[in-house]
């Protein structure tokens, strides 16, 4: 049995958990971080790909974005399309803030090999973790590691372990409020061998369904396919793939999609969640392991990043100062982004998806806000502005 000890024990190495332990190393605090994967899949997991301007300030602040600046790239705004017609909602013109595609693998593999370089306690490959005393001062992380039992007791644990993870199980299921609203589709993801079909993304909405046209970089696209909710990969060839690509992006604004070899592909499924509060005792949770959103708003990476940025202040007050206020109402004031978030996630995925639910009536509503939202200059300033983030200052108002 192997006995430690660190004032926060992170659970996860995903964009939470690595942010955490950056923010708090920088904070002179203590941590340690306990992943159940090695550290090459964490690296390989293609998922989210853009960050909000807030996100890549927080990033370069810390000292993690010198590759990102390098290769990331900046985008002004985005491509709604209807019904084969495009229009651009300038994104910079109508809030003065940037987003910036650079995939969520690549800020993960940066910010293990920095923690890494600053000496940081890494636990890859941990088996069996479970929480115990989240009640008391001294909670304590057990698990396994290359074939021996480790305790690690903390004065915090932060559950960065996402929506499949340990952490929020953990919580006392009747002070935990659950709201899950799942949605009747899925998502095929591809990533494919090819330059983008543009230089700014494309949300497609069509009558054979929703399509994301994204990137990247230069020569790699990602896209996405609205699915039904029970499909499985296996039941999208390539071919298939390319053909409903093709047919959701036909039509007067007219566009040529670059094929190439497909080097990955997968089903997502869509889902707004919260667990409400995020926190019991000395557990905090930040990030997907709290709360998820479907991929529509490209808000859940910058959600995980916005909860611990939040929580590493908090700690910092509370370790460093005996102060509590921070961490006792950290829940609370990460719940106004959140469902900021939440709220923008739902309505995106709501104008741009085909429903079969929908009646005649929900059809015209639907039809209304799309004219509305590419017409109104208040309506694409307010898609404009949740798309880029609200700042951290609006947290505080
Ligand atoms: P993660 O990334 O899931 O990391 C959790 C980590 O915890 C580990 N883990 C455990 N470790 C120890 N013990 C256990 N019992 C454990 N169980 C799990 C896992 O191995 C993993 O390493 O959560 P985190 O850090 O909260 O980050 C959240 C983001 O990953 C997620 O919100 C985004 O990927 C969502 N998302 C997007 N977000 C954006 O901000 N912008 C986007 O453009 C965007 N696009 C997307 C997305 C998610 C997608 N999928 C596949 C769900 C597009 C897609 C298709
Ligand atoms: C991505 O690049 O993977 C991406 C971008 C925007 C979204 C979702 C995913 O809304």
Known sequence: MLRKRTQVGIVGAGPAGLMLSQLLYRAGIDNVIVEARSRAYC??????????????????????????????????????????????????????????????????????ALRLSQGADIM???EGVRLEGIDTAKPVIHFEHGGS?????????????GFHGISRPSLPSEKVTLYDHPYPMGWVGALVEAPP???????????????LFTMRSPTVSRLYLQCRPDEVIEDWSDERIWSELDQRLAGGT???LPKGAMLQKGITEMRSFVCEPMQHGNL???????????????????????????????????LKHGRREGLDTYSQRCLKRVWRAQHFSWWMTCLMHTFDSHNAFDKRAQQSER??????????RTLAENYAGMPWSWDES
């Open 254 to 256: 007219r566009y040529e």
């Open 371 to 380: 004219d509305y939202v590419v017409s109104s200059e208040a309506a694409a």
């Open 43 to 112: 690296e390989a997991r293609i998922r989210a790909g853009l960050l909000e301007q807030g996100s890549i300030d927080l990033i370069n602040e810390v000292g993690g974005g010198e590759r990102m600046m390098r290769e990331g790239m900046i985008h002004d705004g985005i491509e709604l399309r209807f019904d084969g017609h495009s229009h651009r909602i300038d994104i910079k013109g109508l809030t003065g803030r940037n987003v910036m595609i650079y995939g969520q693998h690549e800020v993960v593999k940066d910010f293990i």
């Open 197 to 211: 079909v543009h230089h700014e993304l494309i949300y497609s909405a069509t009558s054979h369904g929703f399509a």
């Open 149 to 161: 039992p480790v305790e690690l007791e903390c004065a915090i644990i932060a559950g960065c372990d």
């Open 124 to 126: 890859f490959e941990a």
């Open 284 to 318: 905090f949770l930040a990030g997907d392991s709290a709360h998820i959103v479907p991929p529509t708003g490209a808000k859940g990476m910058n959600l995980a990043l916005a909860d611990v940025r939040r929580l590493a202040l908090a700690a910092e007050d509370y």
